[in-house]
């Protein structure tokens, strides 16, 4: 059965660096496999954890993404999208899902090498590991709502502490 | 069939996992994704435009039978296929179909979004319809032009992309350009060439100028300049011409000898403070004004190399390029011979890419552990311009000249290093990896010890030589002009090499991505005086084009807060690194006075690293919203109608 499986990868390219590096790859008629869906995102920073496992949730079985790095124009928001890409590896790496099917990556407006490399990688690990267990992720992505809302207070309570202290 | 199985067991677990979410009506080959049943976006229309591009993506996509599939998906009424949907007749179908047809959304799939987006965003625009219902969808760079040999491959990969942007559109929003009041006036920093141009191309457009400059001088760095290539003109009279025409002009406002210490708000609205750069000898007080647009010309700092580096400040003729320049600038006309330190020079050696070009293992990093391995791509010329003068003005001099490459590029230049050859200057290249090394030699004549550079040559095979010389100049190229506070406080990205960071190094050059910001100049990278001014000319322009309008008009991609979902616990304010574009404001609801996060949509960049963190999803990001995504991700991995699992194969019956 796995010789069948044609695994979903999904590529967060942000609009300033991996998006037009993608284009690029296409315009020097470079050749990489259709199941390779990019979605342009200002900085993938906005996305919470519950989005990633969502993917997965949907049947998508791999995700790149494909971050500017250092060149990120957003102050502070590369950083910011690494800690996060970090506490959901960790977390996916307890909880049974397999973290070669996420990866942070920067890549370039002319990086058409590190993208095709990028996508190979990808696609090498998920023939290998197979389509992803998507009711494991849906499980995983209600925790994470859950989580997310649990630290949540009551509307009221902020005003109340600061009048307190 | 073999993997039916397989995609049967998927089927089930789509449906135990969104239960009454997946509705799925095989009979009819209605192919809703997940969640719109009840959705009213199921009222919509939209129309789906699918471009030939000419062949170019025709010959890989089946274009037809995209069209046939994704007419089944809910809402889409219309989906056309044209040969160029760009084109006026192209464009014409669209504006016809949302008239005739009442379209309120649209998808075109042709190109990259950056060559046509705006063309399309207007075209439904002037339909009546609001440009931010239109999505595009690439299936040219990232599909026909990527798949060619996998055509059924590429064919499914627009449908599915297709049916994202289909589900893009269901939560999409009308949204407005977002409007602020314009100060039509412009913030210079930096009294350099770079500064001086924008400033005196700003005022003849009639619009004032704040010119700062640190140094009690305008001029900057050509102030310590000879003569300037490719014209040979002096650097002096190229300063004192513009500087006149600063001084002179009305509309601007020059400040030397001051700096800017703070600068906050946003395009069109900056307001910024000047104080004295040597406050102990001024009592002026700090200066606040208010600006539309700042031009950073702030400029570089030239390399100084570190103690001991080819024997800089361990041997007194080792000198870099600016100080060299300096001494030729200072031989008086009748000077027979050139000396330096009461030492007599016969001959030179010129090393390049002190400073630049630098390779990790090689080079030592600077203090603040950074290589500069960028080229700083004037040295070259400017070294072999110094080394013919030397050849002329001195002809019994010998110089030697030590590259790895001579980068003497653009128009005029090439003829430095042909009339160098010419004039006797002598050539050694280096590989980067092993550069050449200077060392005393015990020598009789010479006073403060000669010296010599050893170097393996690759123009004769590798050999190892040595060359004595009396003095050494070392090719010091740019750094980063020191300017952190102003990077921290205006939050503009630097590259890799430190240098300001455009937006896109080809279609915005001159722009960051703070908006009514600009860049002049070597603040940048290294740029030769043309490109300087080339640069300072572009950024003045911009700036120019911007202060036409009475608004400023800033796309509508910011963060906004969903009043009614917020309940004040401000995770989205920690989160945000632009100050005063996300705050905590106290605000009454029902009765009570209670804390909301509110977004100010001119100082907001849209990064939407608030976005993540709200246990609401209170916040998010207009135009980018996260349901949005959601609805893409559906679109994409949903099962096509009709399709063969094995080869992704799309029948239509």
Redesign the interface.
Known sequence: MTDLFVPKILVLATEKCAYPGADAVGKAHQEYPSNVYILRVPSPVLFPEDFYLGCYGKGIDGILIAACGSDCPYHGAYDRLAARIDKLTSRMNASGLDIERIRLTAICTVCIKAFLKEIALMSDNLYRLGPVNRMLAEQLRSESVERLQASSCAPRLVPALQGGL | M??N??FGE?SH?DD??SGSDVERDEEEQVWLP?GQSADPAQSLRIGVYICRCGGNISDVVDVERVADTVRLIPGVTTAKVHTFVCSDPGQHMISNDILEENLDRVVVASC???LHEQTFRGAVARSGMNPYLYEHV?I????S??????PE??T??AI??IA?AVGKLRYAQPLEQIKLPNHRRALVIGGGIAGMKAATDLAARGIKVLLVETEQKLGGRLNYLGRVYPSESAAAELVTELAQRVQQDPNIEVLLGWKITAVSGFIGNFKVMAEPVDASTSSLPGVHATVGAIIMATGFRPYVPRDGEFLYRSEPCVVTLPEFVQLMRNVSPDAKTLAYKQQKIRNIGFLHCVGSRQLDGVHEPGPDGRLNTYCSRTCCTAILQQALAVRKRFPQIGVFDFHQDIRTYGRGQENYYTDASRAGVVFFRYNGEEPPTVQVTPSSRAKNGALSVVVKDALTWGRELEVDVDMVVLGTGMMPGQIEDLIEQM?L?T??DGFL?E???KLRPVE??VNGVLLAGTAQGPMNISETLAAAGAAAVKAAAMFAREDVELNP?VAEVDQSLC?????CVT?C??EGALKMVEME?DG????RAQVNAGLC?????C???C??RAID?NG?R?DQ??A???G??ADIPGRSC?S?LVTIH
């Open positions: 073999r993997n199985d397989r998927r677990i135990e996992l997940t990259t979004p950056f690439n040219r760079e990232q599909a032009w990527a798949h060619k040999h996998d491959g590429a499914a990969k599915r992309m994202g939050k990205a590259g890799d960071q937006v896109h190094p960051v991505a991609y309940c004040g616990e401000a995770e989160q690194a632009y609801v009570e006075l209670v804390q960049v849209g990064c939407g690293a976005v993540a963190v246990p609401h990001l980018w996260l995504f959601e893409m991700v559906e994409i991995a094995e992704e």
